[in-house]
């Protein structure tokens, strides 16, 4: 970690002696600005702005807004099964509204295959990023197969550091892994 995330001790503090709401609420009021900030220049320059974000939620919005806030894309289309509002307040803060969310009835492959299927037709484009760190792993699996056949750049937030006592990643250790970069892993495809 290059800086120290401000109020990382106090946010570890409430963490650990069981205080998980006010935790929670000082994570996304204080330290989860600095977080972003941290995770953007990382990995600022390698991965391109722009085009589509895919991304698949389950119940932790961190890793999803981290890659939006880094990719800034045109379009950014989040799907996801929790027909819950939990995290829906940080992700309208953090994202400022700028993306459409798609409720998804079910897991199955074929759900949610064809859902990110109809988002790219309606948003066709060359530079589609698709973020699978979030959602049941059924979905991930699923929207990974999507990305390979699509030919999108795949993406997941990972960490250099995890809290095992509080099964979390060490804020301000985010790291973001590209999965598969079809120009990079399979530049055949687009031999003509």
């Known amino acids: 970690m290059k800086d120290p995330i401000p109020y990382l001790n106090e946010w570890l503090q409430l963490a650990r002696s069981g205080n998980f709401e006010k935790a929670q609420e000082i994570y996304f009021e204080k330290l989860f600005a600095a977080v972003i900030d941290n995770f953007k220049e990382k990995h600022d320059s390698i991965i391109q702005k722009g085009g589509i974000l895919f991304s698949i939620l389950g119940f932790s919005p961190e890793p999803i807004i981290l890659t939006a806030k880094t990719v800034e894309p045109e379009i950014h289309v989040i799907f996801t099964t929790n027909n819950q509002s939990e995290g829906s307040d940080y992700l309208e803060k953090y994202l400022e509204s700028n993306y459409e969310m798609v409720y998804l009835p079910d897991d199955k492959f074929e759900t949610m295959y064809k859902a990110l299927k109809e988002k790219l037709y309606l948003n066709p484009s060359s530079q589609i990023t698709l973020d699978i760190t979030g959602g049941k792993k059924s979905m991930v699996a699923s ?7 699509y030919g999108c750049k795949i993406v997941y937030v990972d960490f250099e550091e995890y809290i095992k006592d509080l099964r979390k990643p ?8 590209i999965v598969y970069n079809p120009f990079e892993n399979q530049p055949e495809i687009f031999l003509k």
């Open 143 to 149: 929207a990974a197969i999507f990305g390979k056949d």
């Open 170 to 177: 060490m804020p301000g250790s985010e790291v973001l892994n």
